[in-house]
């Protein structure tokens, strides 16, 4: 008998949905060859996983939605009980701080920020940038003075005002409801922001949030063309990762997505800046602002800078500062309460090719003016 | 404290998928877990991982026909998390000091077993269901997991009747039926 006609008859005849003179006929054959029986039981056994698995599949995700508001409210708390280290933590934040302020001003200069367009590099040229990397590695004491020449230095000199785009970059969404993470240093040089997806659709965007010192920007699509998308595959992670852990990167730096792979390096970023990794991944300008995202469909990061000097030294952001800017800007306004972050995954056992298919559409690429 | 009756109630909700009834308990409990992983080597993220495999255990157990819970919930999900917490030090070998615990608990081996088996079939099936690809997998979804009608299912999926999508998920099922037997004559 041909399998499908076979699992067709099975399935009918377990859900008793045969009329009676069928059923007759079937439960004889059934008895009178083996192999159909086998089949039947089989296929009743088989059924039977699927129904468990989707009963699973279906109280795992309430359950992951209560924890998800629990989360959200504040109920359930990565401090908790942890008032020992909480000081320790404090403390950190304290210095963070100034490492902050001092990796800004290193940043600024031996960095090449990802974020620029060519039509940005060419015109400020990669030569000064690389002579000011010489300046400062000259010695850390002279970063002040260094700074009160970083003001004089014009920072953006032929920043066009033309209504054409002139920086892309990449973003990616956080919440279906139109809200992506992109770096601050990308829209902190536009005026006028884009999305555009994979399809070529542009959407209109406006920076609802950015933190400077973890270079980071919120942006919310306020194109009313834009359709909320209900499930993101991918989830955003809280904890760090660890050393070694390999992952994948998506990003603009043509105007076509780019996939590429590396591994994390270092669990600190430029100068011992606790809030990003340090990647081996080949990045270049227009990456900026996209996500790392590990074998089990996490966003570990956001991949900010790249060191001008060395090759394939890649910086991004860790993904849990996302879930700090998405706290204030909970605070900043009520009318972003309901913005949050996914925190289930569904790529988890899909092979690479599957993922990026399912991740690209939601990664955008952020152009502007 | 809840009464027995308030307690029913609860585990009814459970067994139905109620996501208030969800919420109690883990306002409940959770506390308590997280302090008894984080005072036992573990982290925040560990006693969710902990607590939220303890609620499957408890909702597979609110479903069974003749369910009756021989104790309070606190304490059932207490000693699940306990021993699922012990196995998995034992595992990472962490092991090494006496575990605190001060709460009462109750045997509960029989239970984890029954929940380690659960997991393996869900492992196999959703491997199953990774491989299968589109648009396979969101039609066997659609009408196994999310149990929508054919009708709608022809009707989202863009088929020309019931009776084709009906077609097209046989075929699926029977892929997804060797896929998922696959894995057995392989272990």
Known sequence: MDDLLLIEAVERYLNGEMPSSEKLLFEDLRKKDPEVDQAVVEHAYFLQGLDKFGTQKSFKHALHEVENKLLDEGFINDTLQLKGKAKVTNWWKKYQRNIAVAASIAGFISLLTIGITVSYTKKVGNDTYAILVGEIKKTN????????????????????????????????????????????????????????????????????????????????????AFKAITNLPYSIKKGTSD????????????????????????????????????????????NSGGPVINRNGEVIGIITAKDSKADGVVYAAKSKNIFNLLETLRKSD???????????????????????????????????? | MNTTEQEQELLKGLAQNDKNAIEVIYRENYGA?????????????????????????????????????????????????????????????????????????????E??????????????????????????????????????????????????????????????????KKLFFAQYKNV
């Open chain 1, 141 to 224: 004491a002279q970063v002040n003075i260094l700074k009160s020449k970083q003001d004089n230095i014009p920072v953006n000199p032929a920043a066009p005002v033309a209504p054409v785009v002139n920086f892309r970059a990449t973003g990616f969404l956080i919440d279906g409801k139109g809200y992506l993470v992109t770096n601050a240093h990308v829209t902190s040089r536009m005026q006028n922001i884009y999305v555009e997806n994979k399809k070529g659709n542009y959407y209109k965007a406006e920076a609802v949030y950015t933190d400077n010192n973890v270079d980071l920007a919120i942006l919310r699509i306020t194109d009313t």
């Open chain 2, 111 to 176: 239970e984890i077993e029954d929940h380690e088996k659960r997991n393996e079939d869900f492992i196999l099936m959703e491997n199953a269901m990774a491989k299968i690809g589109e648009p396979c997998k969101s039609l066997l979804d659609a009408y196994y997991i999310q149990k929508k009608s054919m009708q709608d299912i022809a009707a989202d999926f863009g088929y020309t009747n019931a009776d084709n999508a009906k077609t097209q998920k046989y075929k699926c099922l029977l892929r997804l």
């Open chain 2, 33 to 109: 877990i997280q302090s008894f992983v984080i005072n036992n080597n573990g982290s925040a993220d560990e006693a969710r991982d902990i607590f939220q495999e303890a609620m499957i255990v408890l909702y597979e157990k609110s479903k069974l026909p003749k369910f009756s819970l021989s104790c309070q919930i606190k304490t059932y999900l207490y000693s699940i998390c306990r021993r699922l917490w012990l196995k998995r030090l034992q595992q990472l070998s962490k092991y090494s000091t006496q575990v605190e615990s001060l709460e009462e608990t109750i045997p509960v081996e």
């Open chain 1, 334 to 369: 009520s009318k972003y309460q309901q913005v949050k972050a996914p925190t289930n995954s569904d790529l988890k056992n899909l092979d690479r090719v599957q993922q990026v298919k399912k991740v690209e559409e939601f990664v955008f690429m952020v152009v502007g003016n």
């Open chain 1, 243 to 286: 050393l070694g852990e390999q992952f994948f990167t998506l990003g603009f730096p043509r105007n076509e997505i780019v996939y590429n792979e590396g591994y994390l390096s270092a669990k600190s970023g430029n100068d011992g800046d606790s809030s990003s990794y340090q990647l081996t991944v080949s990045a270049n300008p227009g």
